[in-house]
């Protein structure tokens, strides 16, 4: 092969023509799947409604929403009236709301388990059966699990089967938002106290505005929710940016379904909250003590367990527990922040799914079956 000038000015030009080429097919290659994946972006986030708090927040006021059983909490509390009058019914001292918005306070049955399988197969068609296996297995014999479960611990709504149970748990199976609760405490503290002095939210009651009063055999168990089986109260939150901004930094709270619930919760001196069972044993209630008197006491699965100010107690709601303080009018009252936390056996993929089995309103039988 003969070198001239001609013939290297040509070689040079025909390599920078395909490296041309390569850039431009690069480049083409690079914009399909940017775009791609932004579709994919698009649909997932139409389909699976899991944004995170701030997003909920900012979307406005929901409804407050609710997990099934027949005890009622607090979280549904107040929500037992329709147009026809009371729909509460007294039992042991506690109301059993009867309307057919909440979704907790619906009779469970046949038409509850349906919808789950429903619910979950849809997740499976939309994602991936991956992982399935403890929550398919729940959904699939959720009667016999709750029918048959011991009477100490006994959930109300779902129980996923093979997760290791105590009543009480180690600060160290979710360290890293006990500490951040604790590190927090001043701050909760504070807030606590400002939405507590406030003057009654009308004329004829006790209780300053956000605050809802729950019934009990004796004394008084006020609470202030943040967030409620899964849905934020706007107001509520607008009073207290500093417990919202805290809430968005825990790792395992249950911010996306309806067990999920944060709040502040009072007892005053002479009050008892009776036994009850929680609607789950996927999650771990967390109460930070804010302020803690003496004679007070949160009995879980017959262990009891006092509260201390500034620290967290982690216990699983599904076992039989009750709380009293049996104070002089003098102590004040007994005061905690409470959060829902994710059971530390509870896998990335089984949260996933159970944040859509069980998002707020996806459960609710519309047609009434």
């Given amino acids: 092969m003969e070198w001239s000038l001609e013939s290297v000015r040509e070689m040079v030009a025909g390599g920078m023509q395909s490296v041309r080429e390569c850039e431009i097919c690069a480049f083409a290659i690079a914009m399909c799947v940017l775009l ?132 009480f748990f180690s600060r160290e199976v979710q360290r890293h938002d006990v500490e951040l609760l604790e590190q927090s405490f001043p701050s909760l503290l504070a807030e606590f106290e400002s939405i507590y002095h406030q003057p009654p939210a009308r004329s004829g009651s006790s209780l300053p505005p956000g605050w809802k009063a729950n019934s009990t055999p004796r004394g008084q168990w006020w609470t202030y929710y943040l967030v409620n089986q899964g849905t934020p109260l706007v107001l509520n939150v607008r009073r207290c940016p500093r417990a919202w901004r805290v809430l968005g930094q825990l790792r395992t709270f249950i911010a996306n379904n309806v067990f999920g619930n944060a709040c502040f919760s009072v007892l005053t001196p002479g009050a008892l909250i009776t036994e009850h069972y ?53 102590d004040g009252p007994r005061v905690v922040f409470m959060v829902d936390l994710w059971h530390p056996n509870v896998a990335a993929a089984e949260r996933q799914a159970l944040d859509y089995i069980f998002t707020p309103g996806r459960l609710e039988d519309r047609d009434g079956k």
């Fill in 36 to 167: 791609l994946f932004m579709w994919y972006c698009y649909r997932v986030g139409r389909e699976h409604g899991t944004s995170p708090l701030r997003g909920r927040y900012l979307a406005g006021p929901g409804r407050i929403g609710g997990v099934v059983g027949g005890f009622m909490s607090s979280d549904c509390r107040g929500r037992g009236k329709g147009k026809h009058g009371s729909l509460l019914e007294e039992q042991n001292g506690f109301a059993f709301c009867q309307s057919s918005e909440c979704f907790r306070c619906t009779s469970a049955g046949k038409s509850l388990n349906q919808r789950l399988y429903h619910s979950l197969q849809e997740y499976a068609k939309r994602y991936t059966w991956s992982g399935m296996g403890r929550v398919h297995k729940g959904v699939r014999d959720q009667g016999r699990y709750l029918n048959s479960r011991p009477t100490i611990q006994r959930p109300e709504v779902f129980f996923l089967p093979d997760l290791p149970s105590a009543p």
């Fill in 278 to 330: 929680g609607p789950t044993n996927v999650r771990l209630r967390c109460h930070l003590g804010l302020r803690v008197p003496p004679s007070c006491e949160l009995v879980v699965g017959g262990e009891p367990q006092c509260w201390s100010e500034g620290s967290c107690l982690l216990f699983d709601d599904s076992f039989l527990h009750r709380a009293f303080h049996d104070g002089s009018p003098e």
